[in-house]
C-alpha cells in the first residue's frame, strides 16, 4: 500500500465520521426547529439536548479533513481551495452564523425561538453545500481561463447530478437524524417523541434511497466513467441496500418498551453509508479531481508524510477515548437525559 493510498484512506475517514455526526447534527437542528411550536410534545426539547454538546464535537473533525487535505494533498488543496472559492465561502458563513448563534442561545434567552430558527434552516442549507463539493469533482464542471481553472456555476446549478446529490443530502440528513434522536428518546424515557422521531425515519429512510438511485441514474450520463467503476464493486452497494432493509426490520421488531430497536437501527444505518460510501471512493481512485488531479499529482513529500501522519495518530490516540467517553456520559447520564431545554 503506497504512501498515498494510506493518506487517502485516513481522509476519507475523516470524512466519512464528520458526515456521519455532521448529518445527525444539522438534521437535529432541523426537527428542533420542526417541533418548536408542538406544545404537546418534546420533540423539540429532546433535539436540543442531542444538539447542545455535539455540535462543538462534530467541528473537530471538519478540522481534522482541511488540515489533512492541506498536508497531504497540497496539489489538490490549491485546485480544490481554487475551484471551491465561493461555495466554500458560503458554506464557511453558514457554519460561522450557525456556530454564533448556538453559542449566543445559551445567554440570550429572549431570542431562543429566533435563534431556533436559524439553526434549523442553516442546519438544512450547509449539507446542501457540502456535498456539492462532491459532483463538481466527477469532471465536467471546471474550465481553464488564462491557465486557472474556474468552477462553471452555470454548470453546476443546471445539472441534474448535482441536485440527486442535494437531494441525497438533505433526505440522509433528516432520516440519520431522527433515528438518532428516536433512539435518544427512547433512552430518556420521551415515548411520544420516540414515536413522531420513529414515524420520520420511516419516512425519510425511503426517499433517501431513491435519491440514491437518482445519483446512480444522472451518474450513468454525467460520470460515465465513475460510473463504470461503481459497476464494478455493486457488491458494496448491494451490501448497502440490504443493511437499509435490516435497518427497517430493526424499527419493526416489538421490544418490552415499544414497537422498535432504534439503536440497531442506528448501527445498521451507519454500516449501510459506511459501504456505500467505500463503493464511491474505491470507484473515485485514483482521482481527487477528474481527470486533472490525482493522489499521486496532488500528493505531499513523503518526508513530510510521515512526519504528519505519526502527528495524526499521536493526536487520534489522545482524543478518541475522550470522544468516547464523551459519547457514553451523553446517552447515560441520567441527569443530563431528563434535562428540560426550551422547547
Known amino acids: 500500500m503506497t504512501s498515498a493510498l494510506i493518506a487517502i484512506i485516513v481522509l476519507w475517514g475523516f470524512i466519512f465520521i464528520y458526515a456521519v455526526m455532521a448529518t445527525m447534527d444539522f438534521g437535529a437542528g432541523f426537527w428542533s426547529m420542526i417541533y418548536i411550536n408542538r406544545e404537546q410534545t418534546n420533540a423539540t426539547s429532546v433535539a436540543n439536548r442531542y444538539l447542545s454538546p455535539t455540535w462543538e464535537v462534530t467541528n473537530v473533525f471538519i478540522v481534522a479533513i482541511v488540515v489533512g487535505l492541506f498536508s497531504f494533498f497540497p496539489g489538490a488543496a490549491f485546485t480544490l481551495g481554487t475551484v471551491l472559492l465561493i461555495p466554500g465561502s458560503i458554506i464557511l458563513l453558514l457554519l460561522s452564523i450557525r456556530s454564533s448563534f448556538l453559542v449566543f442561545s445559551h445567554y440570550a434567552k429572549t431570542y431562543e425561538k ?17 456535498i456539492c463539493v462532491l459532483p463538481i469533482t466527477h469532471g465536467g464542471y471546471i474550465d481553464l481561463i488564462d491557465g486557472t481553472n474556474k468552477l462553471n456555476l452555470a454548470s453546476v446549478f443546471t445539472s441534474p447530478h448535482v441536485y440527486s446529490f442535494i437531494g441525497f443530502a438533505i433526505s440522509s440528513t433528516l432520516f440519520l437524524s431522527s433515528l438518532l434522536l428516536a433512539d435518544y428518546s427512547k433512552v430518556s424515557n420521551e415515548f411520544e417523541s420516540y414515536k413522531i422521531y420513529r414515524r420520520d425515519a420511516l419516512i425519510t429512510g425511503p426517499i433517501s434511497l431513491l435519491m440514491g438511485v437518482f445519483i446512480m441514474l444522472t451518474m450513468r450520463s454525467e460520470a460515465s466513467w465513475l460510473y463504470d467503476n461503481m459497476m464494478n464493486v455493486k457488491g458494496w452497494l448491494i451490501g448497502s441496500v440490504i443493511m437499509f432493509l435490516l435497518t427497517f426490520v430493526a424499527l419493526w421488531i416489538p421490544s418490552t418498551r415499544g414497537l422498535g430497536m432504534p439503536r440497531l437501527a442506528v448501527i445498521t444505518t451507519i454500516i449501510q453509508y459506511f459501504l456505500a460510501s467505500y463503493a464511491y471512493g474505491k470507484s473515485h481512485l485514483p482521482y481527487i479531481v477528474y481527470s486533472d488531479v490525482t493522489i499521486h499529482s496532488g500528493f505531499t513529500d513523503p518526508s513530510a508524510f510521515k512526519a504528519v501522519f505519526i502527528t495524526y495518530i499521536v ?28 422547547k
Open 114 to 130: 429566533i435563534l431556533t430558527y436559524v439553526s434549523g434552516i442553516s442546519g438544512f442549507l450547509i449539507p446542501a453545500f457540502l
Open 315 to 342: 493526536g487520534f490516540a489522545i482524543l478518541f477515548p475522550g470522544f468516547f467517553y464523551f459519547w457514553k456520559l451523553f446517552m447515560k447520564d441520567r441527569d443530563y437525559l431528563k434535562k428540560k431545554i426550551y
